[in-house]
C-alpha cells in the first residue's frame, strides 16, 4: 500500500468483530489502534495473544505488530488523526428483545467530547445495530459538541459486518460484498480508500487464510445508513429462516421416512435456492441469528407490523432443541438417573464461542429431568464451564471418555474431530450405545453396522426400507 492511501484508524470493542477487523486492516497496510474497556483482553492481545479462538488471527497478530496498537484510549487515538472511528462494541439483547446501544452510545458520547475540530472523521457504525441507530449515534455526538462549543466534521456511516465466527478472517478479506450506508460522498469514498485492497483483491494473502480459488471481485454497495442497517437484518434472518424451513422439513421427513439430507441436496442444486444453510440439526445459535431475530421482530412490534415469518424461524428453532429431549425420552424411556454424554458445545465449529449454543439448552433440560450429564468439546469447554458454573456438568478429556458408560451419546457441534472419532471401538463402552446427531455428521448405515441406535434429525430410523434417491 502506497503511504498516501494508508489511512489512521480506529476500532473500539476488540469483540470477535472488532478484532478480526482490526487485524484485517493493518495486515492490508493502514495503521490501527485498537480500544477495548476489558484491560485483560488489552494486555493478552498486546502480548500478542489472541483472546478468541479464529483461524489466522494469531498469525495475524505476529504478522501486523508494527501496524496495530491495542492499548489506545479513545481521547489519544482522536488525538492522533484518526480518519476513521470503528465502533465494534457488544450490542447485547435487553428481555423485551429490543438492542441495548448503551455501548454505543457511551462510544458516540466520548467521540463527541474528544472530536478535533479541524479533522475530519469518518464514524463506522459496524456493530449491528437496529435501524435508526445511525441516527442516534450521531445526535449524540452533535449534543456533545454542543456542549463543547465545537464545531466538528464528521459522518456517521453504517457499514454492517457479514463474518461468521470459524472463518472470519477469510470472510472479511474474501467477502461477497461490503456495504456502505451513508448520507454523504466524502466518507463513501473515504471507506472505499479503506477496503480498496480488499475490493480490488490485490494484496498477497496471508499463509494462514488462503484466497479462495473462485473468487470473483466484491461488489461495493451504497446506500443509505437506514438500508444499509435494515439489509444487515435482513440477511441475518433470512438465513435463519432457511435454516428453520429445512428443520420444519425434517420434521416431516421422520414422519413419512425420507431423508432430509437427500431431500435438502436435491432442493439446493436449484441455484436460485442454493445448498448453503440446508444443514437441518439442532437449530441456530450464536452471538447474531437469536439475537437479531428478536431485535428485528421488535422494532416490527414499535411499528405495530407483523412478521409472521421471522416469529415462525425463531419458534421452529426453539422446538428444534426440545426435538433432542424428544427423541432421548424416546429411545432411554427414562432420563432421570441416565448418564447421558453431549459432544460439542461451541454454537458452531471452529470457534469456542458458546453464545446461545444448543448445548446450553438441552443440557440444562437434561439436569432438570435428573440425568447426570457429561459434555465434552473440543475447545469450548473452559468458557462454557465458567460461564455456567451452575450446571452440574462433568468435563471429560475426550469423546472416549464421554461414551464410557454414558447410556447415550448426543453430537451438538459439527466439529470435523467428531467425524474421525473411533466409533467402532467407542461403541462396546457405552452402557448403551444410543447416539442422537443432531447435526447429522456421521455415516448412519456404519454407526448402525458397529451398534449403535443412531438417529438423526430428519432422517429415517434404520428400521424400516427405504430407497435411497441417489441424486448425481
Ligand atoms: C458485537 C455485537 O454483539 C454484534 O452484534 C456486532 O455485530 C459486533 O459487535 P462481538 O464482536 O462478537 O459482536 O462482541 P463481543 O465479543 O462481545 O465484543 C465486544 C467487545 O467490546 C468486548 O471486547 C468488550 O470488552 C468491548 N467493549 C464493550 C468496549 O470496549 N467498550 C464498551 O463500552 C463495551
Ligand atoms: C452469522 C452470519 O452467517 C454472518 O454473516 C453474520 O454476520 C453473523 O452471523 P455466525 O453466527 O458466526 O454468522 O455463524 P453461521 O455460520 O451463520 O451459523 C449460525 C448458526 O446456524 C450456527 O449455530 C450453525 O450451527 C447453524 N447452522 C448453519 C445450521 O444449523 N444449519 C446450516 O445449514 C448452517
Known amino acids: 500500500m502506497k503511504p498516501s492511501e494508508r489511512l489512521n484508524v480506529t476500532v473500539v470493542g476488540t469483540g470477535y468483530v472488532g478484532l478480526t477487523t482490526a487485524l484485517a486492516l493493518a495486515y492490508l497496510g493502514h495503521r490501527l489502534q485498537c480500544v477495548d474497556k476489558n484491560p485483560e483482553i488489552v494486555e493478552k492481545l498486546d502480548r500478542g495473544i489472541s483472546t478468541i479462538y479464529e483461524q489466522g488471527l494469531e498469525e495475524l497478530l505476529t504478522d501486523t505488530r508494527n501496524q496495530i496498537s491495542f492499548n489506545g484510549s479513545l481521547p489519544e ?9 470503528i465502533i465494534a462494541v457488544g450490542t447485547p ?12 452510545e457511551e462510544v458516540a458520547r466520548e467521540i463527541g467530547r474528544n472530536l478535533l475540530p479541524e479533522k475530519p472523521l469518518v464514524v463506522v457504525n459496524k456493530s449491528t445495530v437496529p435501524v435508526g441507530t445511525a441516527r442516534r449515534v450521531d445526535t449524540v455526538i452533535r449534543e456533545e459538541l454542543e456542549r463543547r462549543q465545537v464545531e466538528g466534521k464528521f459522518s456517521v456511516t453504517s457499514n454492517p459486518e457479514f463474518l461468521r465466527e470459524g472463518s472470519a478472517l477469510h470472510d472479511t478479506l474474501y467477502p461477497d460484498r461490503i456495504v456502505v450506508g451513508s448520507e454523504e460522498v466524502w466518507s463513501v469514498n473515504i471507506l472505499r480508500q479503506m477496503y480498496a485492497p480488499i475490493l480490488s483483491q490485490d494484496f498477497t494473502p496471508p499463509r494462514a487464510v488462503p484466497r479462495p480459488e473462485s473468487m470473483g471481485l466484491p461488489a461495493l454497495v451504497t446506500t443509505t445508513p437506514t438500508s444499509a442497517e435494515l439489509l444487515k437484518y435482513t440477511a441475518n434472518a433470512f438465513l435463519a429462516a432457511k435454516i428453520s424451513f429445512i428443520n420444519e422439513i425434517a420434521g416431516l421427513a421422520e414422519k413419512v421416512g425420507a431423508d432430509i439430507k437427500e431431500v435438502a441436496r436435491g432442493v439446493g442444486l436449484d441455484h436460485r435456492i442454493g445448498s448453503a444453510f440446508l444443514n437441518a440439526g439442532a437449530g441456530w445459535g450464536g452471538s447474531c441469528f437469536p439475537k437479531d431475530t428478536r431485535s428485528l421482530l421488535h422494532t416490527a412490534r414499535q411499528y405495530g407490523y407483523e412478521m409472521p415469518l421471522t416469529s415462525a424461524a425463531v419458534e421452529v428453532n426453539r422446538r428444534q432443541r426440545m426435538k433432542i429431549i424428544e427423541k432421548l425420552q424416546e429411545s432411554l424411556k427414562v432420563i432421570r438417573g441416565s448418564t447421558i454424554g453431549i459432544l460439542g458445545l461451541s454454537f458452531k465449529p471452529n470457534t469456542d464461542d458458546i453464545r446461545e449454543s444448543p448445548a446450553i439448552e438441552v443440557m440444562g433440560e437434561l439436569l ?13 469447554m473452559d468458557k462454557y464451564r465458567n460461564t455456567y458454573p451452575e450446571q452440574d456438568i462433568n468435563y471429560a478429556a475426550s469423546v472416549e471418555e464421554t461414551a464410557q458408560n454414558s447410556d447415550a451419546l448426543v453430537l451438538l457441534t459439527d466439529w470435523e474431530q467428531f467425524i474421525h472419532a473411533p466409533w467402532k471401538d467407542i461403541a462396546p463402552t457405552m452402557r448403551h450405545p444410543i447416539f442422537i446427531d443432531g447435526r447429522n455428521l456421521l455415516q448412519p448405515e456404519s454407526m448402525r453396522q458397529w451398534g449403535y441406535q443412531y438417529l438423526g434429525i430428519g432422517r429415517p430410523t434404520g428400521s424400516g426400507f427405504i430407497n435411497s434417491l441417489n441424486i448425481t
Open 93 to 104: 439483547s435487553k428481555e423485551n428483545g429490543d438492542t441495548d446501544l448503551c455501548y454505543v
Open 368 to 380: 432438570e429431568l435428573g440425568a447426570r450429564v457429561k459434555a465434552y468439546d473440543p475447545v469450548a
Open 77 to 85: 487515538c482522536l488525538d492522533q488523526n484518526t480518519d476513521v472511528l
